[in-house]
């Protein structure tokens, strides 16, 4: 019986995961569309594994592939969340900046922002 109730709860906790990163590959894919021409990397994988505390996302890319990293502490929220993965895509959308928040990182959430994107968000 104990153990039935574990593997139940389980089962549980392995859908919600499942489902978050899900929710995330689903926003990613729509926003790539609506708004970067589909021009991101359809590879990109985008979870919730950052953990650490300074940051409430990360954009990292490792031979070739982008890894979108999302701190879930400061990700609760479905907006924050939205607005979270808006800028780490256009991290990957102007990856090479020097500057880490420079001039083509910032148009690109100027143009976004001027596309709707974060309409209901803020
Ligand atoms: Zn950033």
Redesign the pocket.
């Known amino acids: 019986m104990r153990y039935r109730l574990l593997f139940a709860l389980l089962l549980v906790a392995g859908c919600q995961a499942a489902s978050d990163k899900e929710q995330l590959r689903q926003w990613y894919d729509q926003n790539n569309e609506q708004y970067f021409l589909g021009m991101l990397p359809k590879d990109t994988v985008i979870d919730y594994s950052l953990h650490d505390d300074e940051f409430m996302g990360a954009t990292t890319k490792i031979e070739g592939k982008f890894h979108i990293s999302l701190n879930r502490k400061y990700n609760l929220a479905v907006n924050v969340a939205k607005v979270t993965l808006y800028?780490?895509e256009c991290?990957v959308s102007t990856w090479g900046e020097i500057e880490?928040?420079g001039l083509r990182?910032k148009s690109c959430m100027h143009r976004i922002e001027n596309e709707g994107a974060f309409e209901g968000l803020l």
Do not use: F
């Open positions: 800028h780490e991290h880490q928040h990182w």
